[in-house]
């Protein structure tokens, strides 16, 4: 994504800690977060959602934590106490995110960069040595929805934005062209003001068209090859469609400030528009997935992925396609990961299907490095989910609950209904196991199975992971 939040001057002194990780554009590679200015004290330079740059003068940096850094920021921000929850501190390079915890030392974690990389990437040796994280202030993944939605606060509703529509723009966030121009609606609003007749002209939009749509959506072309693909586009010029979608934009008359009330209007639509999304406020990580066999040679191979975490559950993104491969609560599935020497590590994924409108239980090998942060991410958000259960049930994928004073809820989400809707899973293209557990063995089946292969899962409410019980009449194959 193109947004970040902390770095530093001079002196590539990277920083410590691991919670959530995923690859970063490499537009970033060249900044760094601390410049010695002293025997014990340095310039901190932490980056905002907006790509502008927070300077601050600490003592005893090798000794200072995570927790005291987001306090020195909040109070040149003059942030309320919101934002203590809302957002954190994350070390991140075109090669590693990291989400910090409050206890970490970021000075010393990035010491340590070099053998996070190693570890946790499959970087080339010489990306590793001249690899250099920026400290970011940005979302927490453990930040719920239903929480953000009660906060009131421009300048802290102003960031999410931002970041936000970082993670649209750069398609990180999968959306239909419907809701990009949507939301590409909402950016011209709060960049040039309310819509007017006649200005802007739909040519005027078409110079800075990256600056409200995905550059997949932009390039000249796309709708043609991707309808020629089967994929969700439709005919016409996007800066009309933009256009007309900023006429619809609604303009909220208020007593304050016009023009930052209505701004905080357009910074919480944009976010709510955004909540729609099962993927919003996810930690990101890169991996590797099987693709299915294909033609008479029945070729294979590899596609690359990301994987999406948050709190409601995972999904399995095509980094090149834009668009959901597999998506599931975290009652849907089972999981595991494993890290044998020789071997590479990966992520399994157990989860309910169908073979032929034959009820199967499924299981698919996410290929990383980060194979460990995930699994141990997942595990992390079900038990704040059970911890927070009884006050507050956990978010369905299909959208946030309501918050008090809150825009209000529509009662449908036809984004997330579309037949071939991005968001939508697409277990057709990955290559998947169909398996029962036999003694030792595991084995292809149709399928005859009555224990999942991993212990490792959420099985409470509705919508709750299945097995399929065994029946005489189904043969091994």
């Known amino acids: ?18 919670e959530g990780s995923a690859e970063q554009p490499a537009e970033r590679s060249h900044r760094s977060s601390v410049s010695s200015v002293g025997a014990r004290a340095a310039d901190v330079l932490v980056y ?33 106490d919101s934002a203590l929850d809302a957002f954190a501190l994350w070390l991140v390079s075109p090669l590693l995110e990291v989400q910090l915890k409050p206890k970490h030392q970021p000075y010393k974690l990035g010491r340590q960069w070099p053998e996070l990389l190693l570890r946790f990437t499959d970087a080339p040796d010489d990306d590793v040595a001249t690899d250099e994280p920026s400290l970011q202030f ?16 421009e300048e802290v509703l102003r960031l999410l934005y931002e970041e936000a529509k970082a993670n649209v723009l ?42 409200f749509l995905p550059a997949h959506l932009c390039k000249r072309g796309h709708r043609l090859f991707a309808a020629l693909r089967g994929r969700a586009a439709k005919a016409g010029t996007d800066e009309q469609g933009l256009l007309n979608a900023y006429r619809k934009v609604k303009e909220v008359v208020s007593s304050d400030s016009e023009r930052e009330a209505s701004l905080r209007t357009h910074y919480c639509a944009y ?6 999304l099962p993927f919003y406020g996810c930690a990101f990580f890169h991996g590797e997935v099987d693709k299915p066999t294909q033609g008479f040679l029945h070729r294979s191979g590899r596609k690359p992925v990301t994987v999406a975490i948050n709190l409601e559950g995972v999904h399995v993104i095509d980094s090149r396609e834009k668009h959901v491969l597999l998506g599931l609560r975290f009652q849907e599935l089972s999981w595991d990961h494993t890290s044998p020497e020789e071997e590479e590590s990966v992520l399994w994924l157990e989860f309910d299907g169908d073979s032929e409108g034959t009820p199967v239980n499924k299981l698919l090998k996410i290929y990383s490095k ?27 994928l299909s959208g946030p609950a309501a918050a008090p004073g809150s825009l209000p809820s529509p009662t449908q989400r036809p984004q997330l209904r579309r037949q071939s809707s991005v968001v939508c899973s697409r277990i057709q293209h990955l290559s998947t ?19 999942s292969f991993f212990g490792r899962q959420l099985s409470v409410g509705q919508g709750s992971y299945t097995v399929v019980q065994p029946s005489e009449s189904l043969e091994q194959s």
């Open 433 to 451: 196991i169909d398996y029962v557990e036999e003694g030792e063995q595991i084995k292809r089946v149709k399928p005859k199975r009555s224990t």
């Open 170 to 211: 750069a398609a990180r966030y999968p959306c239909d062209l419907e809701d990009c121009e949507a939301l590409g609606a909402l950016v011209c609003r709060v960049q040039l003001g309310p819509y007017q007749p006649g200005q802007p002209t739909a040519c005027a939009l078409r110079e800075k068209l990256d600056s």
């Open 48 to 80: 905002l959602a907006d790509d502008t740059v927070v300077p601050l003068a600490v003592e005893n940096l090798p000794s200072l934590s995570a927790h005291e850094l987001h306090r020195a920021i909040r109070e040149v921000l003059q942030l309320p």
């Open 271 to 276: 976010l709510f528009k955004c909540h729609e």
């Open 370 to 396: 980060q194979a460990e942060l995930m699994s141990s991410l997942i595990e992390y958000c079900i038990e704040l989910n059970q911890a927070t259960e009884p006050a507050a049930p956990q978010e369905s």
């Open 1 to 18: 994504m193109t947004s970040s939040c902390l770095r530093t001057l001079s002196h590539p002194h990277p920083m410590d800690g691991t």
């Open 138 to 153: 940005r979302r927490n993944v453990f930040f719920p929805k239903r929480r953000e939605l009660q906060i009131h606060d």
